[in-house]
């Protein structure tokens, strides 16, 4: 008799705003019907959704991936933008642990061109040598009413080596389109 897999560990980073938690909640509910048994959502709130502080939020967002031992990170808009922001830093493979892959949905660029917020460090990325062989993808729509598709070419800049995903007719909250990104994280798996 063999023994049992283990799930693999998916973390899902919400985005911002009043109930944020709460409305992304059909979007991690989404991914883990999608992915099926083999894979665990993991799924925290994290503080002051309303207005997140971004270096509690990098250092909680941290904090659950060791926790949850997770493979893969999937965040939605400004979740995804902080995930972004540690990638640049390089806390890579520090703060964050190694990973199979990074998901970001609807990233706000927060930097030039962009959105201007304090405690973003996009327009100063570190060495992209520590995101050697680590599979990054955004995702952006283009009835997307809160985060610009033309955000996309920014991130273009930061992340050369990314996977751009340009989806036709998604908006913010990715209704219907989580089944897309759920099979590219399959690929991974």
Not at 18 to 29: F, I, S, T
Not at 31 to 41: A, N, S, Y
Request: hydrophobic share 45%; charged share 20%; proline share 7%.
């Amino acid at each position: 008799m063999g023994s049992l897999e283990a799930p693999i560990a998916v973390l899902f980073v919400q985005g911002a705003g009043e109930r944020a938690h709460d409305v992304d909640r059909a979007l991690a509910d989404a991914l883990g019907r999608t992915l099926g048994d083999r894979f665990r959502v993991v799924f925290p709130r994290l503080p002051g959704e309303a207005d997140p502080d971004a270096a509690v939020w990098k250092e909680t967002i941290a904090a659950e991936a060791r926790r949850a031992k997770a493979a893969v990170v999937v965040a939605h808009s400004a979740g995804a933008a902080n995930v972004a922001d540690m990638l640049a830093e390089g806390r890579y493979g520090t703060d964050l642990p190694r990973l199979r892959g990074v998901f970001l949905l609807a990233p706000p660029f927060i930097g030039p061109g962009g959105w201007s917020l304090d405690g973003f460090h996009l327009d100063q990325p570190k060495s992209r040598a520590a995101l050697h062989g680590l599979p990054l993808h955004l995702y952006f729509g283009s009835a997307d009413q809160t985060v610009p598709p033309a955000h996309a070419a920014l991130y273009e800049r930061v992340f050369p080596d990314a996977t751009f995903h340009h989806l036709e007719g998604c908006d913010h909250q990715f209704a219907g389109y989580l089944p897309r990104v759920a099979q590219d994280v399959l690929k991974l798996a």
